[in-house]
């Protein structure tokens, strides 16, 4: 007779080996339900309109029974399964592009992102090349037609912003704390709540230029006035054109007015001072405009930092005071 450790280890014994034959017999005897039965846990989401819905996926080999797929969760419903593996090589992530402006001759990333919510939009059926040619040019009239905004075929920020591809613009503002009561710049100019002087300012963009100047960086929203040792007097948030009209590049003042009024005469500018002409009138820094038909002020300070101009820049009052006299016509501006 066996000792008892000798029965347990048989009888494991005869345990396993059943195992194997029955697993053996199960493949062996049912190959054809097995491909079966893959073919319906891979494809599932092949199924008709008139298919009822699964919750779980059929045992490989036993078509019709409720299991799950082998080496998954078997608490997580079909769609969970399904998702563990991977998501859709086909979807695209959203973009969003770093020129201010795409036009003819444009190339590149920033295109292939354009491109993209133009077809998302079911305005492109061309090819993603990554070049605005004609037909880029073509679905991005018939967007700018269809969104009732200016149509020129280019992408700046409103077109890019109606497509969802214009950077987060906040992200890329600077505020800076409000100086003390009393507190003045360099020139002894007092500041705004929104302005600040020398080593306190954020710095100065790179590619800016160089010598006595103004730099207007249009995605910060922010100004600085330099002298000409290249010391930052002054820096300050303003209000700048929500439309692409602010032409980036080196330019000058040409033309200063106490007081001037808006093209469309809605409005008083304080201490304008111009530095670009356009088709419909000039773009220049001023204060914050001021209604004719109330006499109120079209904003407050605690908004410079937003683009909320048809052209020219608004600025804080005290802002205003110090440009007008730091800028004299001839006075080098540069737009970023």
Known sequence: MLAPRHRSAVIVSIVVIAAICLGIGVVSSGSGSESKAISDAVATS???????????????????????????????????????????????????????????GSSGPDVVCLQEALREAGLYSGTISGV??????????????????FVDGKVGRETALSLGIWPDEQSMIVRTPPPPPGAVDIYGYPLSTVATSGPDAPPIPINS?????????????????????????????????????ETPGTHVVYSRSDVSTAWNGKAFLPKMVRWLKTDIGNIGFHAIPIRRSDNQPYQTEAELGQRLSGGCQRQANADADFLWDFAQVGTKVVVI
């Open 46 to 104: 092949e199924t008709t309109a008139n298919s009822e819905p699964v919750d779980t996926l059929p045992i490989i080999g036993q078509p019709g029974e409720s299991s799950t797929v082998p080496g998954s969760d078997s608490s997580l419903p079909q769609a969970a399964a399904e998702d563990v593996v991977g998501a859709d090589p086909a979807a695209t992530e959203e973009c969003t592009i770093n020129e201010r402006s795409l036009g003819g």
């Open 209 to 245: 230029g160089s010598g006595r100047r103004v730099v207007y960086d249009r995605m910060g929203q922010r100004v600085w006035a330099v002298d000409e040792n290249d010391v930052v007097i002054r820096s300050w948030l303003i209000s700048g054109s929500k439309y692409d009209n």
């Open 132 to 149: 605005y040619d004609n037909a880029t040019a073509a679905s991005v009239e018939k967007l700018q037609t269809e969104r009732d905004l």
